[in-house]
């Protein structure tokens, strides 16, 4: 692991967990914003009502903002396998970013080896399983889009921080609308099976594409997506919805 440093800048945005729910989840955020100073004053404001455990800057200095026992602010309307308040199961990790807005690049390297750090920590303290380990884009696909496509989601989970398709896959005959809804609420994502291609489905395909294919960022499920969905809910032992392979 590298070695961190960690400073403490305490932000006021946080509360007792909820419920009796053991800490699950890691939630991984840019800020979208110019730059990491300005992140920081914002998610310590009281006015904000927002906030992460950890902000990583761009020189991969970390500022603890919130105890880890503690409920930070930071993912909003969220759901994942149907748990709906993330931030009381969750440890939130910001890294600062301009984002899509101020112009999406790729994150530094320096930047990046302080998160893998601090994400390894977090799975060895708490014990989160590898489909746990989400993008923002994840949890809130209707209104979040971030760290985005150009986050290293197979780096990470090379480094046992995540879950990342099997070598080799093929793609697989896409199925029927209603059987790749089933599939997508089975590993987490907020979606119903109602068989109608509407605007919560193709975000969660989206939000799907930019974790495990961001080479095609359209919000079609294609034959590829099909296969490597296949092979994510194999690999957490969930069985294929009917119909979803033919």
């Known amino acids: 692991m590298t070695p961190l440093t960690i400073e403490w800048s305490p932000s006021p945005n946080h509360t007792e967990r909820r419920g009796m729910a053991p800490v699950d989840m890691l939630v991984l955020h840019y800020t979208n914003m110019t730059s990491a100073e300005a992140a920081r004053q914002r998610l310590c404001d009281p006015a904000v009502e ?32 149907g748990e709906p308040d993330i931030n009381s199961r969750s440890i939130g990790i910001e890294i600062a970013h301009p984002g899509h807005i101020w112009g ?13 750090t601090l994400c390894q920590g977090m799975i060895a303290r708490y ?65 119903a099976a109602t068989g109608s291609y509407d605007l919560a489905t193709r975000n969660s395909v ?20 099909a296969a490597i969905l296949a092979d994510l809910l194999q690999q957490c032992g969930c069985a294929l919805p009917e119909g979803y392979l033919r």
């Open 206 to 225: 989206l939000a799907f594409q930019r974790h495990f294919r961001p080479e095609r960022l359209d919000g079609v499920f294609d034959g590829a997506c």
């Open 127 to 191: 014990g989160i399983e590898p489909r746990n380990v989400l993008a923002h884009s994840d949890i809130a696909p209707n209104r979040k889009e971030d760290p985005g496509e150009l986050f290293p989601w197979a780096d990470f989970a090379a480094a046992g921080v995540g879950l990342w398709p099997s070598t080799g896959i093929v793609a697989a005959q896409v199925p029927p609308l209603i059987a790749i809804q089933q599939a997508l609420a089975d590993y987490g994502y907020a979606v």
């Open 50 to 81: 927002a906030s992460a455990h950890y902000l990583v800057r761009e020189d991969g200095h970390v500022w603890q903002l919130v105890a880890e026992h503690r409920r930070a602010w930071h993912a909003g309307a969220a759901i994942w396998q």
């Open 104 to 116: 999406y690049r790729p994150f530094w390297p320096v930047q990046l080896a302080s998160v893998l």
